[in-house]
């Protein structure tokens, strides 16, 4: 029997479409089906005799808490910037690495927890098989027939039972047998019974780096058959002829916070389990529903009709095909599929989503799949506020407000400055001091970058109170910088020095410098945003005067004689070692801020547009996404349509659309789903701006709830590639100005009021 793409009948819904799917299990974890619920991850093979969930648990580091501030950093400050500015930057360099660079140099890696494990006894060969993940369902499926049993099994990870919760079933009684156990490469694993029909897997996490480890963990599972026999063997459950069987797992850790281990998982995990075995499956599952699709639902995209023949082959048959343009729906399948991520590995309550997300299967993952900030978790967040996911951003910032902590500790220690800091990388246990080693790590704008996430958070939402609760965060990061910038005596600029290019080098045998372009264009943001934070909110008029005094002081935007706009102060571009470096760092003025742009500042735009063409259009996964941002902005629709095919191809996006760096990191399905959006709907400089850079393949299309900066959102449809209308809803009033093809409208609305808008004669106007 083949299996078929086609969504059936009952499933006819402009939701239905939004499936992953394959024809036959997953061999590898790149294959697997992503599930989660912020706080728990789950990886489903899927497979026929045997089934493997490989499982996470977002506080499961290594290491425990620890303050990896270099002692010897504030005397060798002096001296670093003495060689910086004699322009001997290898000698800087190399003095940084020694003296300045924390301790231990790498911080702690992200861990699996284990897996569930499950092997059928009377399964050899299968037929008609079928996996799948529905996004809008956040459930992932697989069916087939063996030996004349139509088998079913269904897995979700409740974000209302804080469990991952599996239906096995038949449309036979009395034919489900397995056996079930629980099994994770954690050194101090333990396994045992836990009650008459569970298992209960516990250890300690490991030391990494000189860090002991100090977290306990424990995974409980349950298993609940209906009909049939269930008994335990040593540490696995064997099944006998059950009509069907449920399956709930919880897991917990000791962690409370960055510096307190005191929670007790196996009560935290039996509370929980407890709780979610008095609920039958039905009304487990509605309610796991009503909570993803209220965060889900609130966006829809249409980008057009795919050849049916096309849309029923199996998803990576679609990504190798995506290149040849026929297939529109699965760019709106990939700009859900981010949005379904973060929703799936950052709510309320968790921690921020990590360079995986939630999802990781490796003791020593890539780049310890931690925090890393000088672009990549960014990144992860640039498609919330845009993308109707407020919600998705409060794990970042309440890391924030962690980070302000122990940042203090290192901006008084390292640098003798007021406010906090943080440099290229963090983890579970809050580090700020640089890591890696100069090139990577001694850079001190990663927490200056991140709070520009929770200034969106603001703009989008226009909450005083929000904005209260947040500034003490941006006045930290601003006062920090206002003890530390130093006159450049070659310019007279101020300059954050030591700092870096993020990880490019100079022509000078080194990546360490003083005042590079995108330091400059952070602060200039965060200075700004701080000033008008503290005038909304009648607070620091001293402090607002000294910013703006500093402000201007900082290095201007230079145009290079490549005709680029400069990575650093001096016109160093054209012999840079890796002219095409993966890293745009100098273009953050383009996006995700909006100071350099085709309206406000031409000039530089061009020198934007340069430098993108001279870095080229191959990068990494991430680095795409970061490319196809960019050219939405210079409103290129064309060239970012080819980005987005690089991008969603099988060289950086493996069979269950995890982008590939390579390897996985979660950060360019992030940069894919914020790209999309940029080129149908951008919000900067006080306008609202509609298909600013729609590409020919999506000549019609349809975008409804996406958001727009004060409080707004929006709804619009296009036809033969021309706008059809756009209606605005005002959340709490304002004025607002909408610009398409080059002309504008000025609106004002009450709170709750929506408006219509349509072409006219000389542009846009009002129905």
Known sequence: MAA????SAADASPWSALRLWYPRPATQWVEALPLGNGRLGAMVWGGGKHERIQLNE????????????PPDALAALPEVRRLLFAGRYAEAEALANAKMMGRPHKQMPYQPLGDLVLDFFEIAETNGYRRELDLDAALATSTFEA??????????????????AMRLSGDQPGRISLRIALDSDQPSKAIGADGEAGLLLRG?????????????FALRLRVLPTGGTLRHHGDRIEVRDADEVLLLLTAATSYRRHDDVSGDPEAITRDQLD???????????????????????RVSIDLGRTPPAVAALPTDERVARFAEGEDPELAALYHQFGRYLLIASSRPGTQPANLQGVWNDLLQPPWESKYTININMQMNYWPAEANALAECVEPLERMLFDLAQTGARTARDMYGAPGWVVHHNTDLWRATAPVDGAQWGLWPLGGAWLLQQLWDRWDYGRDPGYLRKVYPLFKGAAEFFAATLVEDPGTGAMVTAPSISPENVHPHGAALCAGPSMDAQILRDLFGQCIEAAALLGVDDDFQKQLAALRERLPPHRIGKAGQLQEWQQDWDMAAPEIDHR????????????????????????????????????????????????WARLRDGERAMKILRMLVSPARTYPNLFDAHPPFQIDGNFGGTAGITELLVQSWGGTIFLLPALPKAWPSGELHGVRVRNAAGIDLSWRDGTLVQATLHSDKGGGYRIEHRGRELALTLAAGESATLRPGGRGLVRA
């Open 58 to 69: 977002d506080t499961l580091y290594a290491g425990g808490p620890y303050d990896p501030t």
């Open 275 to 297: 709780a979610a075995a008095r609920k039958k499956w039905p009304a487990m599952r509605d309610d796991h529903l009503a909570a993803h699709r209220a965060l889900f639902r």
């Open 4 to 7: 078929s793409g086609a969504p």
């Open 583 to 630: 890293h745009v760092s100098h273009l953050y003025a383009l996006h995700p801020s909006s100071q350099v742009n085709l309206r406000d500042t031409p000039e530089l735009a061009a020198a934007a547009r340069r430098s993108l063409e001279i870095r080229g259009d191959e990068a990494t996964g991430w680095g795409i996404g970061w490319r196809l941002n960019l």
């Open 204 to 216: 300690r996490n490991e030391a990494a780096f000189g860090v002991e480890g100090k977290l306990r």
């Open 147 to 164: 030996r004349g049993l139509q088998h079913r099994r269904e897995v979700f990870v409740s974000p209302v039972d804080q469990c991952v």
